[in-house]
């Protein structure tokens, strides 16, 4: 019988909770002690919600089961740049847009009021697309090892064949999968907090070519994980990421703080 290894479960657990846990807390911290303003924080968890959870990835799904043309260029990388990057960067920076638009009707925008709605929009698509998946993925990698995944997967109504490709992929995971995905939020953390400000600063100043700045920039990040992803693996992927977001944010930071 194919098990989990221990090591595979404990880096479950740890990406676990500083993908639900450590953000809920932190998200308490900052906001008891108003480092982060209330209002945008909670309008930027709403624009995560609203334009990926409600809208835009029901939406694929929808398109990928209706249409078999949609679902193998999908599939493909330039499919996956024009689809994945391009949707995901309009849908998310319009919700930041909408968001900075009702932030700057109840007050004057702030730099602080960027980073609170960046943190908020970031930290909901942590919790939700990463800390609730890998909460049950260690689910699952119990009942492997208990035993009775192959009862429950069968009783479902999924055949033998179907249940010999689900636990492949969960008994192919290895222990360092977590730690690349715990880099990749770090990367996406700040890139959200990054185009937050450009947004931000482009409602501000009324220069909305940043808004489409954002747009463009949130293709590139996407792409860049397609790309480099194909031909150089994962870890060069998110080390490539992470110094693209970090030295963004660092720009970005400089530029327009002390417009913004």
Not at 17 to 26: R, S
Not at 64 to 72: D, G, P, R
Request: glycine residues 6%.
């Amino acid at each position: 019988m194919e098990t989990i290894n221990i090591s595979v479960m404990i880096a479950c657990l740890i990406c676990v909770i500083i993908t639900t846990l450590v953000p809920l807390i932190v998200s308490i911290i900052m906001l008891v002690r108003k480092k982060w303003n209330v209002t945008p924080f909670f309008i930027g968890v709403l624009a995560f919600f609203i334009s990926q959870i409600v809208l835009r990835i029901p939406l694929l799904n929808i398109l990928s089961n209706v249409s078999k043309e949609f679902t193998t260029f999908y599939s493909s990388i330039l499919g996956t740049i024009l689809i994945g990057g391009l949707s995901a960067g309009l849908f998310e920076e319009t919700a930041r847009l909408i968001g900075a638009k009702i932030v700057s009707k109840k007050d004057a925008l702030t730099f602080k009021d960027s980073l609170s709605f960046g943190f908020g929009h970031a930290l909901c698509e942590v919790v939700l697309l990463v800390g609730l998946t890998q909460f049950s993925n260690l689910i699952v990698y119990f009942m492997i090892n208990a035993g009775n995944f192959h009862d429950i997967m069968i009783s479902s109504g999924i055949k033998e064949s179907q249940y010999a490709q689900y636990l492949q992929q969960y008994t192919s995971v290895q222990a360092i999968d977590y730690v690349y995905s715990l880099i990749e939020r770090c990367s996406s953390v700040m890139f959200h907090v990054m185009n937050t400000i450009l947004v931000f600063y482009g409602v501000k100043s009324k220069k909305y070519w940043f808004y489409l700045l954002a747009i463009l920039l949130h293709t590139i990040f996407n792409s860049i994980a397609v790309l480099i992803g194909s031909y150089c693996g994962y870890l060069v992927t998110e080390i490539v990421l992470l110094i693209f977001s970090t030295i963004g944010l660092t720009l970005t930071i400089k530029k327009l703080k002390k417009d913004l």
